[in-house]
């Protein structure tokens, strides 16, 4: 939930953000320029006090000489600079005439400078005087025609007088304009500038009041309560605590002091050691991923970034736990010198019904230990399965599923594989076996996976954009007899690992390897297991297959990999504690192992799994 | 390097958040309210009748100009209108505005209850009845509504579903102006948009201008978040 929110903030900020921000800094620009400056108030003179209209006609006024004919509103009798003079008023326009001769006023030029000389209150003298026929945005609400005086001042004042009846309609100056211009780019108006009621204005405030929901909303998933500890923080400001830092391999343990009250992740920064992040602390790229212990909570984006046998071993993401104790902090091997590179696809080719070999050529070899795993960078795409070219059976299942046949991400996600190949084994190549993730009509609604996808979209030549290697998951030196226990795609380390184990290391070690698959056609790399076998007596691999009907013409062993290892090998095994056992599968696979060698009282330390072979 | 910094405007973006975004909430609510709302609906456009009232045509008042000057020799201007369907003069003097009839010379000011309620129920555009008419003459009992407008003033108030009231001068006769619940609304949204809460009027306030900064600076860091958000390249991290 709060990753939607959390997207739909930042698509929404991406959208309408700089509109966020023109309100603000409109809204700003109209709060500091001094609204009597605005209103020209500070430019007009005091005006005097009103003269009895009898004193200024010598009481020889008359009666206007016509009242009509046609919509008169009313007739006023008034002052005009020093003049008596009736003026009237219809729905259209004013008409002036003398209150004494009757005969008609033209406000004209020099009038008009009069009029707006006695008005004016100032160091500037008129500049120019223009009549506008035409109404402009500094007199929007009034009706043409009228004069434009100008003043010399420096906030250049212009004063507009009614070219019918005389009156100063509106007194702008530069501050004027500028507010203007704020108004305009508040309210949205980009034309008229008088109207907050029009769609584009409702549609953007309505979706950024959702951004500011969305934004409070996130204050659950941003603060820690130890935020607010602010007594807390302020009585250990002068303390540190030791963060010891560690390689998963256990070697290279580094001490440094860290503040208390910040977290992990900024306190790793501080000392020199930068963890990698895309994100910057927001715990939506999952790369600040270590090892700190299992009695830190797990907090809503650990567990969104990190799989739950992982949270239960200690993995957490630095950037969403403080640092209020000491700490050991593991790791991943490979995270402070990971590497980005880019790699060029060489070739993609499915090995089993669900899972591809995705060839990839790197500038130079890579240097990793067997067992490793890539980070690979998903970027926002849309495709759809027309573009990929699979088997009918996945292209049957998925049609048959209901599901959405277009498929996408749009932000940068990232994905982790094992490498397939052992070190050095391709020159500069490497291979990740990956497991397409696709709809099958056994589990509608279920979408396909969108990095396993996005991988299969791409063709000979594209780029990928790698990081790593990465990898806690890796033979122990002084094992005596090793027992690989895969299933899946989970072979991709286990081949890797083998191969190396026999090929590079030339071990004498007893060497199994126990696979569970689906279907015959789901048996990896099998011809390189069955040479492999041949060429080494110490090295055997069995199969049980979980999904072949009765008629099947399978001769081997059927059933759950984890069952028949232990009916098989485990039970009869006459020295168990010579054996170290190296896992991975599919979750559940995985549990079911985990909980058999628990159940046998095989010691963690014996154990290694990895479940990102999946 | 570029890391640290968006850790930093995290932090600032997410704690400047804390700070100012119960405002900027209170702003968007407000703001929402105020361009969702038709502003003539606002203004009560609806609630009035008989607001542009012209003069009989070639009428020949019986009591003239010049005969008003003699009456009001002290008056600055003289307007002859029509007011409530008869034809009247408004005079501004040094003594204040006065309603005088164009036919009798009577003067009408100022206004009774009863020539409020009329006057009232002549732009009244509804059927509703009127429950109260309050002269309101203290500037300490006036409500907050009529804003900076003279007094004194008639209230007329009307039993209908926005509980409108008519604003009558006592003067010069006219519709001053009218309130209903949605002006209310409008107004109390308005008071917290600019967060003048005395006035309602002064946008020119110290919390304002440092609430809008405060805003600009979170709108702006928001928005430098995005760049490290979306982007698709990054440099080495070695």
């Known amino acids: 939930m709060m990753t939607i929110i959390r997207q739909g903030h930042k698509w929404i900020a991406l959208i309408l953000g700089i509109q966020v921000a023109l309100w603000m800094l409109s809204g700003l620009g109209m709060a500091i320029l001094p609204h009597s400056k605005v209103a020209g108030d500070h430019r007009m003179a005091e005006p005097a006090a009103p003269t009895p209209l009898t004193e200024l006609a010598g009481g020889k006024i008359g009666q206007p000489a016509t009242i009509g004919p046609g919509e008169i509103r009313e007739v006023r009798l008034r002052n005009l600079n020093g003049r008596a003079v009736f003026d009237t008023v219809t729905a259209e326009r004013s008409a002036l005439t003398s209150a004494v001769t009757g005969e008609t006023i033209t406000v004209d030029k020099p009038l008009a400078a009069e009029i707006a000389l006695k008005d004016y209150s100032g160091p500037g003298e008129i500049k120019e005087i223009r009549l506008l026929a035409e109404s402009t945005l500094e007199i929007r609400n009034h009706a043409p025609p009228a004069w434009r005086i100008d003043f010399s001042d420096p906030e250049q004042t212009s004063l507009y007088v009614s070219a019918s009846n005389g009156e100063i309609l509106e007194r702008r100056n530069n501050y004027w304009r500028t507010f203007d211009v704020f108004w305009m780019v508040h309210i949205m108006d980009y034309v008229s500038r008088s109207s907050f009621n029009h769609p584009l204005i409702i549609l953007s405030a309505l979706v950024v009041l959702w951004l500011g929901f969305s934004g409070i909303a996130l204050w659950w998933d941003s603060f820690r309560r130890n935020d607010f500890n602010v007594v807390g923080k302020w009585r250990s400001r002068k303390q540190t605590f030791a963060l010891s830092l560690a390689d998963s391999e256990g070697g290279a343990i580094r001490t440094v002091e860290a503040r208390p009250m910040q977290s992990l992740f900024a306190a790793m920064g501080d000392q020199g050691y930068p963890l990698p992040s895309t994100c910057g602390g927001g715990g939506t790229c999952g790369l600040c991923r270590v090892r700190i212990g299992t009695e830190l909570p797990i907090l809503p984006a650990d567990r969104r970034q990190i799989p739950d046998s992982e949270l239960e071993s200690g993995y957490r993401l630095a950037c969403q736990h403080q640092v209020t104790s000491p700490l050991s902090v593991t790791l991943p091997h490979g995270l402070m010198d990971a590497k980005e590179i880019k790699g060029k696809v060489v070739s993609s080719s499915f090995i089993t019904p669900d899972m591809y070999e995705l060839r990839l050529s790197l500038p130079e070899p890579l240097e990793f230990r067997a067992g490793s795993y890539v980070q690979v960078e998903i970027p926002p795409f849309m495709s759809s399965l027309d573009a990929l070219d699979l088997t009918d059976f996945i292209k049957t299942q998925w049609e048959n599923s209901g599901a959405a046949r277009t498929f996408g991400s749009n932000v940068l996600i990232y994905r982790t594989y094992s490498l397939a190949n052992a070190p050095e084994e391709f020159g500069n190549e490497v291979v990740l076996s990956i497991r397409l993730a696709f709809p099958k009509s056994s589990a509608p609604g279920v979408s396909v996976g969108v990095g396993s996808a996005y991988l299969l979209t791409l063709k000979k030549g594209d780029t990928v954009q790698l990081r790593g290697p990465f990898g806690d998951f890796h033979i122990d030196e002084d094992a005596e007899e090793i027992v690989f226990i895969g299933g899946g795609a989970g072979i991709a380390p286990i081949r890797s690992m083998i191969l190396d184990q026999l090929k590079v290391k030339r071990t004498s070690s007893r060497i199994s390897f126990w696979y569970g698959a689906r279907t015959q056609e789901h048996i990896a790399y099998k011809e390189d297991l069955e040479a492999l076998a041949t060429a080494h007596p110490n090295f055997s691999w069995h199969v049980a297959l979980s999904d072949v009907p009765e008629t099947d013409n399978w001769p081997g062993a059927r059933g759950q990999i984890h069952e028949f290892v232990r009916d098989q090998y485990i039970i009869s095994h006459p020295d168990l504690a010579t054996c170290s056992f190296y896992i991975c599968g599919p979750p559940q696979m995985l549990e079911a192992v985990l909980s058999l060698l628990k159940s046998l009282n095989v010691p963690n330390s014996r154990i290694a799994f990895d479940d990102f072979g999946n | ?238």
């Open chain 2, 1 to 238: 390097m570029s890391r640290k910094i968006s850790f930093r405007v995290r932090q600032w973006h997410k704690w400047l958040s804390l700070i100012i975004g119960a405002q900027v909430m209170l702003w968007l609510a407000t703001g929402v309210y105020m361009v969702v709302m038709n502003l003539d609906f606002i203004h009560g456009d609806h609630l009035v009748q008989n607001m542009t009232e012209t003069l009989a045509a070639e009428y020949e008042p019986n009591v003239t100009f010049p005969d008003m000057l003699d009456d009001y020799p002290d008056a600055s201007e003289i307007v002859l209108t029509s007011w409530v369907g008869q034809s009247v003069y408004r005079v501004q003097s040094p003594s204040g505005s006065h309603l005088v009839s164009a036919e009798t010379g009577r003067q009408i000011s100022p206004l009774t209850q009863d020539d409020a309620i009329t006057v009232a129920r002549y732009h009244y555009a509804r059927t509703a009845d009127v429950t109260a008419a309050t002269l309101l003459v203290d500037k300490e009992q006036a409500p907050t509504e009529i804003q900076s407008r003279p007094l004194p003033l008639w209230r007329i108030d009307f039993d209908d579903a926005g509980s409108t009231a008519f604003y009558v001068s006592p003067d010069d006769g006219s519709l001053i102006t009218r309130r209903h619940t949605f002006w209310r609304v409008f107004d109390f949204a308005w008071m917290l948009h600019i967060m003048d809460y005395e006035e309602r009027a002064d946008v020119n306030n110290t919390l304002l201008r440092i609430s809008a900064g405060l805003g600009l600076v979170l709108s702006i860091l928001g928005m430098w978040l995005l760049f490290f958000s979306f982007r698709r390249r990054r440099r080495n991290v070695a």
